[in-house]
Structures are given as C-alpha cells and as structure tokens.
Nanobody
Framework: QVQLQESGPGLVKPSQTLSLTCTVS??????????WSWIRQPPGKGLEWMGA???????YYSPSLKSRTSISRDTSKNQFTLQLSSVTPEDTAVYYC?????????????WGQGTQVTVSS
C-alpha cells in the first residue's frame, strides 16, 4: 500500500520560496514507473497540476508555473520536493503530492492528505 505525506511550513511570506517535501512509503520513487506529482487547490478554486518528476529524475512543469517551480528528489530518503519561488498571496492553497500515471491530475491513483500553505506577511 503506497502512502504519501506532505511536510513543510504552513506560512510563507510574500517573495520568499515555498518548499514542501513528500515522503513516500510502500513504493520506490526510483524503480516504479510513475509520475511523482505536485498539485494544489487554492481556496474556492479547482485543482491545479504544478509539475512532476519521474523514476529517472526527469521533470515536467505546468507552463504557467515553470519559471517559479523546481521539483527535485532525495532518493536516499525516498522523497521528492517542491520549491516555488517568489510567492504571492495567490499561491495560498492546499498542496498535495500524488502518484500519477500521466501528466496532470486526472490519472492520479494515490494522494497525500494535503498541507495548507498560506502566503502572508
């Protein structure tokens, strides 16, 4: 049974970099053929796919967020990390990590519980 858990600060100041980690258990991020993804949901809005990394370390990003987003991996800890730079209050959202069969959030099989991030001074 695959489990994912997001962790990171719940409050980030404007212009700073948001950094979240997803810890995976029950599957290896290096040997399973999935897209290890980050998805967010701003208050009152729908889901937004942000980007993903693969078992080989390739990365894919949403065009609208590409200039501010970086996804990396720590294979020794079976974790992958999201960094979003130059945040504004519009980046306030619940952030999820998920295992997906493709790019986007429609084919995601397992999700973390989500973590609330608020951007505020």
């Amino acid at each position: 049974q695959v489990q994912l858990q997001e962790s990171g600060p719940g409050l980030v100041k404007p212009s700073q970099t948001l950094s979240l980690t997803c810890t995976v258990s029950g599957a290896s991020i290096t040997t399973n053929y999935y897209y290890w993804s980050w998805i967010r949901q701003p208050p009152g809005k729908g889901l937004e796919w942000m980007g993903a990394t693969t078992y080989s370390g390739s990365t894919y990003y949403s065009p609208s967020l590409k200039s501010r987003t970086s996804i990396s991996r720590d294979t020794s800890k079976n974790q992958f990390t999201l960094q979003l730079s130059s945040v504004t209050p519009e980046d306030t959202a619940v952030y999820y990590c998920a295992i997906c069969d493709g790019l986007g959030y429609a084919d995601c099989d397992s999700w973390g519980q989500g973590t609330q991030v608020t951007v505020s001074s």
